[in-house]
């Protein structure tokens, strides 16, 4: 094998490599951000692989390692695999280190020992932490280090079962002669990270911060080297945190796992229903509850919309916890087809409990509690919503109805208002227990319920 050193120009933002300088980069149009680099063109001898038989032994599922964090382990999909590795991001202060601390106490509960290396703080910073968070083990092993060879040694002293590295952008290898946090050292490091994990069996769990647009900081193939990719959605300001799954080789990627902050740390939400509408108000305008699912798991959670006669030229159209481009075609929608006058009002849709809901199911919702803020008319508190609203004022069915109507029925909920071809697929007797109600325009959404 040998190596032959070249110089190259790499993008600090992308990872986009050029062998000449260029003052803006061809990938992902950053100005001045291709910085001069050594990269060693390696050789390697051929070699011989093994080939196994699809269909074979050995083929059987592998053991995962239970954290006891049921939230955890429903977004990882029951667990943690041997050798596969976590990449973890969000906000600063959301609670990262926070769960990755718990995670690593429920596995020392389990007498499974553990690693924590660290390159942001010092060990009696997270030993302060630690007190906090009431989490005191023998088995939980910590470490203040930056290169990741010295990282795989300890591994290798410690065999530890379990190693949690925060963060990847501190992480430097030896190697390479670039700044920890570059898109070399970044790339890089958790090469040697994935090696490690893959050759002994050892699942690791990495922490990454984001970028101010919320992506995780570093090249784009940071995510597609590792097997999970979990991100913490919710609002600082709130208790709630959402622990989102967006990729995962080993499970469903539309499972999220809910919990609430505490002085003492991230505590689980059994019921996430119950707690987003703990404080819903009743008969007030502008307010429906709409039946959400994420995953395996149906989650109620109410659709809020104030509109109000604009004072200004141009009239402002903002969403939080839903997509601004839906709000804008659902709006044209309404005034297209039943004929309302929206354009010389603001609009202002929230989604309440810090959640983001991207399924098709909620434009129903949006629709009706717009409606009902415009026409000053309140929706009766024990109505659910849930369907999809097209171009031209239909409204489309949506999947896992079924799921959607007993989580309604658990929580009391007395009338279901759905898209008409979902309850023709409905199984007989689904609806025990609740009242439904079928649509299928927008005319038959106004007449259902803001006609007297």
């Known amino acids: 094998m040998t190596a032959k050193e070249q110089l190259l120009f790499v993008c600090s933002s992308c990872g986009y490599e050029s062998r000449k300088w ?3 980069c061809l990938d992902c149009g950053e100005w001045d951000s291709l910085k001069q680099q050594k990269k060693q063109k390696i050789r390697v001898g051929r070699t011989v692989a ?10 059987d599922e592998l053991v995962r390692l239970v954290t006891g964090i049921s939230e955890l382990d429903r977004v990882l999909g029951g667990g943690i695999v041997p050798g596969s590795m976590v990449l973890i991001g969000g906000d600063p202060g959301i609670g990262k280190s926070t769960l990755i601390l718990q995670l690593l106490a429920a596995l020392a509960g389990q007498e499974h020992k553990v690693l924590y290396v660290t390159g942001e703080e010092s060990v009696a910073q997270i030993r302060m932490r630690a007190d906090r968070l009431a989490v005191k083990s023998k088995h939980i092993y910590l470490a203040t280090e930056n290169s990741v060879q010295a990282i795989i040694g300890l591994a290798d002293e410690v065999k530890p079962a379990f190693l949690a590295v925060d963060s990847i952008q501190t992480m430097y290898s030896e190697e390479v002669g670039s700044a920890p946090g570059s898109v070399t050292q970044v790339r890089e490091s958790t090469s040697l990270l994935v090696t490690l994990a893959k050759s002994t069996g050892l699942p690791l769990i990495l922490v990454g911060h984001v970028t101010k647009d919320g992506a995780i900081a570093g090249p784009r193939v940071l995510e597609h080297m590792v097997d999970t990719v979990l991100y913490f959605e919710g609002d600082r300001g709130q208790v709630f945190r959402v622990l989102r799954t967006v990729k995962n080789r080993f499970g469903s990627t539309n499972e999220i796992g809910v919990f609430e902050m505490k002085e003492s740390g991230l505590a689980e939400v059994d019921n996430p229903s119950a707690l987003f509408l703990a404080e819903r108000p009743v008969n007030v305008p502008g307010s429906v509850v ?8 149906p989650i109620l959670v109410e659709v809020q919309a104030l509109v109000s006669p604009s004072s200004l030229g141009t009239a402002r159209r903002t969403a939080i916890g839903a997509d601004p481009q839906r709000l804008a075609l659902l709006t044209a929608v309404l005034e297209k087809k039943i004929g309302v006058t929206l354009f010389d009002h603001d609009i202002f849709l929230n989604i309440v409990g810090g959640i983001r809901i991207d399924e098709p199911a909620l434009d129903l919702g949006v629709i009706v509690a717009l409606l009902s803020s415009l026409y000053e008319k309140v929706v009766d508190p024990t109505t659910v919503v849930c369907g ?4 031209a004022g239909e409204i489309r069915g949506v999947g896992q109805m079924e799921m959607r109507l007993r989580e309604a029925q658990r929580l009391g909920f007395k009338t279901f208002l759905m898209p008409e071809s979902s309850k023709r697929q409905l199984e007989a007797g689904s609806s025990l227990g609740i009242q439904i109600h079928s649509v299928r325009t927008v005319h038959d959404v106004v007449e259902c319920l803001f006609v007297e």
């Open 388 to 391: 999809e609203v097209g171009l």
């Open 290 to 297: 709409m039946p959400s699912v994420e995953g395996t798991r």
């Open 50 to 59: 093994e080939v196994h038989p699809l269909a074979g032994e050995g083929g």
């Open 22 to 24: 260029l003052g803006r």
